[in-house]
């Protein structure tokens, strides 16, 4: 395996099999590895990781509280793709996503940095941002 990024969330889900097929046949995430046994799943898409992960033994000591849906209230993940379209159709064919697509400009210190985005909720409510790089643009100074 190679070097692995030095922040990797891992969601807790409420039913491992569903959120797989979610994460991988509609998201496009690849399984690095799993261990069916404990309800874990670790997964890549073009370099963005994260594990999921159903809770079962051991690892439900690893929850601070009581979860209730949505889960990750507070919190999206932003993930960048290469090509946003097709994961767009994807989703929509699904249903409407939670924010529609959108090119957005966010002021960097002088620059604009452009994404071209959407949000969608996972089966257990986590927000995913998805998002493709418009590149930059300087900022229009009036006087």
Known sequence: MSELPRLIPELVV?????????????L??????????????YLDREGAQLMIEQPRGRSR???????????????????????????????????EPYLVLEDRWYRGDATLLGNRQFVVQDPDGYLLRFFQ???ERPIETTN
């Not at 409420?14 to 509609?26: A, K, L, P, W």
């Open 61 to 95: 000591s690893l929850v601070a509280g009581q979860l209730s849906h949505p889960y990750g209230r507070g919190v999206n993940f932003q993930i960048e793709v290469a090509d946003i379209a097709p994961l767009y159709e994807r989703v929509c064919a699904l249903g």
């Open 28 to 41: 496009g995430f690849a399984v690095m590895y799993s261990r069916p046994e404990d309800g874990f799943a």
């Open 133 to 135: 790089d418009l590149g």
């Open 14 to 26: 409420s039913d491992i099999e569903r959120s797989m097929t979610f994460y991988g046949d509609v």
